[in-house]
């Protein structure tokens, strides 16, 4: 099973920062999931929010500031001193550190795709990253605009597993564990698709229904497991042997 990590290690390091990539690869996980937004003068960026204010010391919507503007934030104070002086990193600084060391998971939520799909293809990355998009809109352009990247859908039942799979060519579904999750598991693997586990686990859970989620996860045989907090995970999969 691989290991998907939501916004970098964001309990070690400030979420979306070189940092928490970087833990990210010293824990030894499969993808480092981020995502991706765009300046007013066109740069990619890593940022999660709308605006800046949040995660860094700037302000305003990162859409309506200059790439001059945003190289010079600190977006890692807010997290920790440790992290004084950490940069917003642009997408491309991260998808040349990766390549090589893990897959990348793109959460695009501006305009420009073309150009990041661009940007992929001259790295030779197009196996190393997928895609997810909020709007099914984006899922057929990206579609159109490559039939070899590899898109995830939300699925919510294996019908609609044979939905997704015969509009977007999609090649990874996430959904649970739930009630629904044996069945669309099951419809994945019949279409060769791989399929991934929602692990956002609340910081306030107990010992024992964490284990019991982590427990769900490997009985039902999923790909990969999408975590918000990969340390629990790791520490469950070495106490049984299993990393």
């Not at 990162?62 to 642009?90: C, H, K, N």
């Not at 605009?145 to 294996?158: G, V």
């Not at 279409?191 to 991934?196: A, D, S, V, W, Y």
Request: proline share 2%; with cysteine.
């Amino acid at each position: 099973m691989e290991i998907v990590v939501h916004r970098g290690a964001n309990s070690s390091a400030p979420e979306n920062t070189m940092s928490a990539a970087r833990a990210c690869e010293r824990l030894g996980v499969a993808y480092v999931e981020i995502d991706v937004r765009r300046s007013i003068d066109g740069v990619f960026y890593v940022l999660h929010d709308r605006t800046l204010d949040r995660t860094t010391n700037g302000h305003g919507a990162i859409a309506m500031r200059t790439s001059a503007y945003i190289d010079r934030l600190d977006a890692g104070s807010w997290f920790s001193a440790e992290f004084a002086g950490e940069a917003v990193p642009q997408l491309c600084q991260v998808l040349d550190w990766a390549k090589g060391r893990m897959g990348i998971y793109l959460d695009v939520k501006c305009r420009g795709l073309r150009k990041i799909v661009r940007m992929i293809r001259n790295r030779e990355m197009e196996k190393d990253v997928f895609f997810w998009f909020e709007s099914n809109r984006e899922a057929r352009r990206l579609r159109r605009l490559s039939t070899e990247a590899s898109l995830k859908m939300n699925s919510r039942d294996a019908g609609q597993v044979r939905v997704h799979r015969e509009t977007y060519g999609n090649d990874i579904v996430e959904y649970g564990p739930g009630s629904e999750s044996e069945s669309i598991i099951t419809v994945c693997h019949e279409l060769g698709i791989r399929c991934m586990a929602t692990a956002f686990l609340e910081s306030g859970i107990s010992h024992a229904d964490r284990e019991a989620a982590y427990n769900r996860i490997l009985e039902l045989g999923y790909d990969l497991v999408n975590l918000d907090q990969p340390e629990p995970f790791i520490g469950f999969l070495q106490s049984r042997g299993l990393r």
